[in-house]
């Protein structure tokens, strides 16, 4: 039986030696150098058992019956000719937009389909969303066997090419969460010593193998721990809530969908925090019901999104005077998940020729349906990028539903 005792931290001490050079640090800071502070011990919960207040375990198991039920209304639509196929897709980018912004990484989605393009030019955030994208993808890819090495695999797509962060490699430093950049003394949190880490992370993944722990309820303490284990120097965050879709995953969940979780975590990131200090203090109910609630919130967003592009799709169709059988209609579905295209990416997606497509594309101007503009200057038509605003106003007004909650 889990007591309060029983999955709360334990401390341990450490001499503090930092890293940084003497000469750079403040006077107070250098008087710390040799002086203890204390690092979180986390629980071993391998073989925890978890007994839950009956009102949360029961909102768990209810929220996991909901994103089942709302994995299948989606799939439905998921036949080899069906209009929104496309929403599988569009769901997994949402999904990292939301996860990113509680990192306050924030991108809007004309951005974010331009830097899915490669054009560089719109920002550092939206090229670390499209990175996060690759995470999830890669997390829902290895599903099947969630072990130490899938960890690494994620952490390795979503920080690729930033060395900081030793993508796809364990820390091998102390880190620390609030206070001061100079030693851990006046930190909020700190995580546990790196060379805890590896046994750390093999208990947790122990623990992701159960099949006695109600789904939504061992995903929700799994991401807490992993928070708390903290193995990385940097993308633990994003990380840990992709970790939480390869269990929904695994565990029959989902199948052809991304709920959107990390959306109905945005809605009130204070109550998430809050609810992770709770695990590290012994309670694991709040960080079960946060993320019961943020499930069902994450639904209503999701089903509100797919309405709007049925809604914007039933219009395009409408409005497409060119022939059904034509690469103009082809191009509709492409549209709906990648809201800025090129030449070239149709091209690429359909097998159609480019004076076909380039044809299709003006059609498609024609009938209101996209606008084109020349993104690496004007009259090179190679480097156009055909944009349906439609679309883009969709997936803002989702991330609006989903804001940060900043009472």
Request: with cysteine; proline share 5%.
């Given at each position: 039986?889990?007591?309060?005792?029983?999955?709360?931290?334990?401390?341990?001490?450490?001499?503090?030696?930092?890293?940084?050079?003497?000469?750079?640090?403040?006077?107070?800071?250098?008087?710390?150098?040799?002086?203890?502070?204390?690092?979180?011990?986390?629980?071993?919960?391998?073989?925890?058992?978890?007994?839950?207040?009956?009102?949360?375990?029961?909102?768990?198991?209810?929220?996991?019956a909901e994103v089942t039920r709302f994995d299948a209304e989606l799939s439905a639509m998921f036949s080899d000719d069906a209009e929104l196929a496309p929403l599988a897709s569009v769901l997994l980018r949402t999904e990292s937009a939301s996860s990113s912004q509680i990192e306050n990484i924030t991108a809007g989605s004309r951005a974010l389909a331009?830097?899915?393009?490669?054009?560089?030019?719109?920002?550092?955030?939206?090229?670390?969303?499209?990175?996060?994208?690759?995470?999830?993808?890669?997390?829902?890819?290895?599903?099947?066997?969630?072990?130490?090495?899938?960890?690494?695999?994620?952490?390795?797509?979503?920080?690729?090419?930033?060395?900081?962060?030793?993508?796809?490699?364990?820390?091998?430093?102390?880190?620390?969460?609030?206070?001061?950049?100079?030693?851990?003394?006046?930190?909020?949190?700190?995580?546990?010593?790196?060379?805890?880490?590896?046994?750390?992370?093999?208990?947790?993944?122990?623990?992701?193998?159960?099949?006695?722990?109600?789904?939504?309820?061992?995903?929700?303490?799994?991401?807490?721990?992993?928070?708390?284990?903290?193995?990385?120097?940097?993308?633990?965050?994003?990380?840990?809530?992709?970790?939480?879709?390869?269990?929904?995953?695994?565990?029959?969940?989902?199948?052809?969908?991304?709920?959107?979780?990390?959306?109905?975590?945005?809605?009130?990131?204070?109550?998430?925090?809050?609810?992770?200090?709770?695990?590290?203090?012994?309670?694991?109910?709040?960080?079960?019901?946060?993320?019961?609630?943020?499930?069902?919130?994450?639904?209503?967003n999701g089903r509100h999104l797919a309405a709007d592009l049925d809604g914007i799709n039933r219009g395009w169709r409408e409005r497409l005077s060119a022939r059904r059988d034509s690469v103009a209609w082809r191009i509709l579905p492409i549209l709906l998940s990648q809201p800025a295209v090129t030449s070239r990416l149709v091209q690429g997606r359909?097998?159609?020729?480019?004076?076909?497509?380039?044809?299709?594309?003006?059609?498609?101007?024609?009938?209101?349906?996209?606008?084109?503009?020349?993104?690496?200057?004007?009259?090179?038509?190679?480097?156009?990028?055909?944009?349906?605003?439609?679309?883009?106003?969709?997936?803002?007004?989702?991330?609006?539903?989903?804001?940060?909650?900043?009472?």
């Amino acid at each position: 039986m889990t007591t309060m005792a029983a999955l709360a931290l334990d401390w341990e001490r450490y001499p503090w030696e930092p890293q940084t050079p003497y000469a750079s640090m403040s006077r107070s800071a250098a008087s710390r150098i040799g002086k203890p502070y204390s690092a979180a011990v986390p629980a071993t919960i391998a073989a925890m058992r978890f007994d839950l207040d009956p009102a949360v375990a029961s909102t768990a198991e209810d929220a996991r019956a909901e994103v089942t039920r709302f994995d299948a209304e989606l799939s439905a639509m998921f036949s080899d000719d069906a209009e929104l196929a496309p929403l599988a897709s569009v769901l997994l980018r949402t999904e990292s937009a939301s996860s990113s912004q509680i990192e306050n990484i924030t991108a809007g989605s004309r951005a974010l389909a331009l830097a899915e393009l490669g054009l560089t030019r719109y920002g550092s955030n939206a090229k670390l969303v499209v990175a996060n994208v690759d995470a999830m993808e890669r997390a829902i890819q290895l599903a099947e066997s969630i072990n130490p090495e899938t960890i690494l695999d994620i952490h390795e797509a979503l920080m690729r090419g930033q060395a900081h962060a030793d993508p796809g490699q364990f820390r091998s430093q102390q880190v620390w969460i609030g206070g001061a950049d100079a030693s851990p003394h006046t930190a909020d949190f700190v995580p546990p010593h790196h060379e805890r880490i590896p046994a750390a992370i093999d208990d947790l993944c122990s623990f992701v193998a159960r099949t006695d722990v109600p789904l939504i309820a061992q995903a929700a303490i799994a991401h807490a721990q992993f928070e708390t284990i903290h193995p990385f120097n940097d993308g633990n965050g994003r990380t840990g809530r992709a970790l939480v879709h390869a269990m929904l995953q695994r565990g029959g969940a989902t199948r052809r969908t991304t709920v959107p979780v990390s959306a109905g975590l945005l809605t009130n990131t204070r109550t998430y925090f809050e609810a992770l200090t709770a695990y590290r203090e012994g309670d694991p109910n709040p960080i079960v019901a946060r993320f019961s609630d943020a499930s069902f919130s994450a639904i209503s967003n999701g089903r509100h999104l797919a309405a709007d592009l049925d809604g914007i799709n039933r219009g395009w169709r409408e409005r497409l005077s060119a022939r059904r059988d034509s690469v103009a209609w082809r191009i509709l579905p492409i549209l709906l998940s990648q809201p800025a295209v090129t030449s070239r990416l149709v091209q690429g997606r359909t097998g159609a020729s480019q004076p076909a497509v380039d044809r299709a594309l003006r059609q498609l101007v024609d009938a209101g349906i996209v606008v084109g503009k020349g993104e690496h200057g004007e009259g090179r038509k190679r480097d156009t990028v055909w944009r349906s605003d439609d679309v883009i106003a969709a997936l803002d007004n989702f991330g609006e539903r989903a804001r940060r909650d900043q009472r």
